[in-house]
């Protein structure tokens, strides 16, 4: 049974940094695609940021690009996102989700994706 647990979330101030973590068990992380979704209150979920099994290519929707980074930790099983520069528009609850499917071309199509996590919350405000 796949299982996907998100970490890291928090209140952070504006231009502060964070770091999720998405642990996963029964699947091997490096052997699917792996994504960071956010969904803010009153808003569509949508995606952030992709991370390829096939070559470790990397995937940003526009408004986080230059500011996030995804990563893979194989030993750990793990995969990672580093956010800095936080705006309050970062603020949202975050999933990590995998799929099997190319992420080329519809990388934040979720009925591609097969597993999600429970989330977690980043606020960011004073």
């Known amino acids: 049974q796949v299982q996907l647990v998100e970490s890291g979330g928090g209140l952070v101030q504006p231009g502060g940094s964070l770091r999720l973590s998405c642990a996963a068990s029964g699947v091997a992380l490096e052997n699917v695609n792996v994504a960071w979704f956010r969904q803010a209150p009153g808003k569509e979920r949508e995606g952030v940021s992709a991370i390829s099994k096939r070559d470790g290519g990397t995937y940003y929707n526009g408004p986080v690009k230059g500011r996030f980074l995804i990563s893979r930790d194989n030993a750990k099983n793990t995969v990672t996102l580093q956010m800095i520069s936080l705006k309050a528009e970062d603020a949202a609850v975050y999933y990590c989700?995998?799929?099997?499917?190319?992420?080329?071309?519809?990388?934040?199509?979720?009925?591609?994706?097969?597993?999600w996590g429970q989330g977690t919350q980043v606020t960011v405000g004073s």
């Open positions: 989700a995998t799929r099997v499917s190319d992420l080329w071309p519809t990388p934040w199509e979720e009925s591609e994706y097969d597993y």
